[in-house]
């Protein structure tokens, strides 16, 4: 199978992970970056994972680029910032496993994308993929000015017959008001092939109150295929070109749930990585599953590469 290019657009923020003055962890994570991680890992051969944004060129820069090359990640469209640092978030979990975040973000380098003096190039870039990928963060971070050149360039390259991929994990925190999310969601759905959403997120953005209205609303704004993500009643797939039934794939459930963070950019990647490799809706959504199974018993968004590899080895070694 030939080499497929894909370009996941996003931030990548330092991660701190435990109770404030208390004991915790360091590490990074954002969620597209995570779903770069995952792809890669779970992309077998034939993907050529890069990774799109700003860092800076201080140490953490330095060392969260270096652990991204060594998880498979093409870094040559990583653009450096002198001026910028990553961002900070702080991870809190309760007993459950549910999680609570505190972010220092509104100056990193990532917010810089679209007018950084490399960015040309980058563009250029970037009609050699295949496939481009981003989610509602990676719009909701820019200004807006950018973000519409950012609009303009997907419409550019989705008319090239680019694949697009998007991930709406709305945060609300992140836009002005509900009215301006939409507004932005909208452009992006119109130029969507594979929307992937949670119905919680549709739920608080839109008001749907069922997967069907959820799906109706999508093919309205133009998604040709869209995956609804269910937490423990699994996943929803409907091609929504045509006339198809709705596709149930359900999920195991998972004792202990340790921490949930990045659990959806997991089953993205998962997704994604069947998909690419061209396995059917079902075992791609499997394939989804499995490794958010293992990313929630685990904490902080990038779990050890031993936790996943047996579910990516199953994955390949079946069909």
Same mark, same amino acid.
């Given at each position: 199978?030939?080499?497929?290019?894909?370009?996941?657009?996003?931030?990548?923020?330092?991660?701190?992970?435990?109770?404030?003055?208390?004991?915790?962890?360091?590490?990074?994570?954002?969620?597209?970056?995570?779903?770069?991680?995952?792809?890669?890992?779970?992309?077998?051969?034939?993907?050529?994972?890069?990774?799109?944004?700003?860092?800076?060129?201080?140490?953490?820069?330095?060392?969260?680029?270096?652990?991204?090359?060594?998880?498979?990640?093409?870094?040559?469209?990583?653009?450096?910032?002198?001026?910028?640092?990553?961002?900070?978030?702080?991870?809190?979990?309760?007993?459950?496993?549910?999680?609570?975040?505190?972010?220092?973000?509104?100056?990193?380098?990532?917010?810089?994308?679209?007018?950084?003096?490399?960015?040309?190039?980058?563009?250029?870039?970037?009609?050699?993929?295949?496939? +481009?990928?981003?989610? *509602?963060?990676?719009? =909701? /971070?820019?200004?807006?000015?950018? @973000?519409?050149?950012?609009?303009? $360039? !997907?419409?550019?390259?989705?008319?090239?017959?680019?694949?697009?991929?998007?991930?709406?994990?709305?945060?609300?925190?992140?836009?002005?008001?509900?009215?301006?999310?939409?507004?932005?969601?909208?452009?992006?759905?119109?130029?969507?092939?594979?929307?992937?959403?949670?119905?919680?997120?549709?739920?608080?953005?839109?008001?749907?109150?069922?997967?069907?209205?959820?799906?109706?609303? +999508?093919?309205?704004? *133009?998604?040709?295929? =869209? /995956?609804?993500?269910?937490?423990? @009643?699994?996943?929803?797939?409907? $091609? !929504?070109?045509?006339?198809?039934?709705?596709?149930?794939?359900?999920?195991?459930?998972?004792?202990?749930?340790?921490?949930?963070?990045?659990?959806?950019?997991?089953?993205?990647?998962?997704?994604?990585?069947?998909?690419?490799?061209?396995?059917?809706?079902?075992?791609?959504?499997?394939?989804?599953?499995?490794?958010?199974?293992?990313?929630?018993?685990?904490?902080?968004?990038?779990?050890?590469?031993?936790?996943?590899?047996?579910?990516?080895?199953?994955?390949?070694?079946?069909?």
């Amino acid at each position: 199978m030939q080499m497929r290019k894909i370009a996941l657009i996003g931030e990548c923020m330092v991660e701190l992970n435990g109770i404030p003055f208390g004991a915790m962890t360091q590490s990074y994570g954002g969620d597209v970056l995570n779903s770069a991680v995952y792809l890669a890992r779970a992309g077998g051969n034939i993907l050529d994972v890069h990774f799109v944004t700003v860092m800076g060129t201080d140490p953490l820069s330095e060392g969260m680029i270096s652990r991204w090359r060594q998880e498979g990640i093409n870094t040559s469209l990583v653009l450096r910032d002198n001026a910028h640092q990553p961002g900070l978030y702080l991870i809190q979990l309760d007993e459950k496993g549910e999680r609570t975040f505190l972010y220092w973000r509104n100056n990193s380098a990532a917010r810089y994308l679209w007018r950084h003096p490399d960015y040309p190039f980058l563009r250029q870039q970037l009609q050699n993929m295949d496939v +481009l990928y981003l989610s *509602g963060i990676s719009l =909701a /971070i820019l200004p807006e000015h950018d @973000r519409q050149l950012l609009l303009i $360039d !997907l419409k550019q390259l989705a008319a090239e017959g680019k694949l697009i991929f998007f991930d709406s994990n709305y945060r609300p925190a992140l836009w002005e008001n509900e009215t301006q999310a939409r507004e932005w969601y909208q452009q992006m759905y119109a130029i969507t092939d594979i929307a992937l959403v949670t119905d919680d997120d549709e739920a608080r953005l839109w008001g749907d109150s069922s997967i069907e209205e959820s799906f109706n609303r +999508l093919k309205s704004m *133009g998604v040709k295929q =869209a /995956i609804i993500k269910a937490g423990e @009643r699994g996943c929803f797939y409907r $091609d !929504l070109s045509g006339c198809d039934a709705t596709q149930h794939i359900e999920t195991q459930p998972v004792t202990p749930v340790v921490d949930t963070t990045s659990a959806g950019d997991a089953f993205n990647a998962g997704f994604i990585a069947g998909q690419l490799n061209g396995k059917s809706i079902y075992d791609s959504a499997l394939m989804g599953h499995q490794l958010a199974r293992v990313v929630i018993q685990h904490k902080g968004a990038i779990v050890p590469q031993t936790a996943t590899q047996p579910v990516t080895a199953r994955f390949f070694n079946s069909n």
